[in-house]
T-cell receptor, first 116, second 115 residues
Framework: AQKVTQAQTEISVVEKEDVTLDCVYETRDTTYYLFWYKQPPSGELVFLIRRNSFDEQNEISGRYSWNFQKSTSSFNFTITASQVVDSAVYFCALSYSGAGSYQLTFGKGTKLSVIP | KAGVTQTPRYLIKTRGQQVTLSCSPISGHRSVSWYQQTPGQGLQFLFEYFSETQRNKGNFPGRFSGRQFSNSRSEMNVSTLELGDSALYLC??????????????FGNGTRLTVT
């Protein structure tokens, strides 16, 4: 069975601070994909990044960076110099293919509040 | 390119009624998935359609059903509504051309309230 754990339910930081959102996953698949999504108050889930299980290179995109460590089954997300617009709920997700389909298993999410 | 469009945005229904939610995927996307989001259970997979065929279904009762049309638009139906069906229902589309690595693109959701 697949499982994604985001142990941090809520985090508050002051603007310009760095913040790391943790994600730990469980899967028996050897090939899988990990995702991060952002959900602002409007409700729409916004895709941020996709990483496959064979690519452990860290990735940086502007103020965002991701650290994928297969040895610890973690896929952590860091926001550098946080801004108020980063306030949202962030979800980590794992995909696998069951019965020829494609579905995501989501963590419970981490609510990030950036205080001006 | 227009994003995923869900209608209506808000819906209030009474217990026992049925409801139909609609989703128009991004142009060219043939896969449509539905997710239910509640404060207690989080985001849970309902079902996925690809080329008008249901590919998989999550662990939900038979009251939850869906379909996909030839233009890839999808509808989901919930019959005999219960209070616990109150949730944000999210639709997502993807190209799904290369297996399960294509990201899902979500709509704004339909907020269903059952009274």
């Amino acid at each position: 069975a697949q499982k994604v754990t985001q142990a941090q339910t809520e985090i508050s930081v002051v603007e310009k601070e760095d913040v790391t959102l943790d994600c730990v996953y469980e899967t028996r698949d050897t090939t899988y994909y990990l995702f991060w999504y952002k959900q602002p108050p409007s409700g729409e889930l916004v895709f941020l990044i996709r990483r496959n299980s064979f690519d452990e290179q860290n990735e940086i995109s502007g103020r965002y960076s991701w650290n994928f460590q297969k040895s610890t089954s973690s896929f952590n997300f860091t926001i550098t110099a946080s801004q108020v617009v980063d306030s949202a709920v962030y979800f980590c997700a794992l995909s696998y293919s069951g019965a020829g389909s494609y579905q995501l298993t989501f963590g419970k999410g981490t609510k990030l509040s950036v205080i001006p | 390119k227009a994003g995923v469009t869900q209608t209506p945005r808000y819906l209030i229904k009474t217990r026992g009624q049925q409801v139909t939610l609609s989703c128009s995927p991004i142009s060219g996307h043939r896969s449509v998935s539905w997710y239910q989001q509640t404060p207690g259970q989080g985001l849970q997979f309902l079902f996925e359609y690809f080329s008008e065929t249901q590919r998989n279904k999550g662990n939900f009762p038979g009251r939850f059903s869906g379909r996909q049309f030839s233009n890839s638009r999808s509808e989901m139906n919930v019959s005999t509504l219960e209070l616990g069906d109150s949730a944000l229902y999210l639709c997502a589309s993807s190209t799904r051309e290369v297996g399960y690595n294509s990201p899902l693109h979500f709509g704004n959701g339909t907020r269903l309230t059952v009274t």
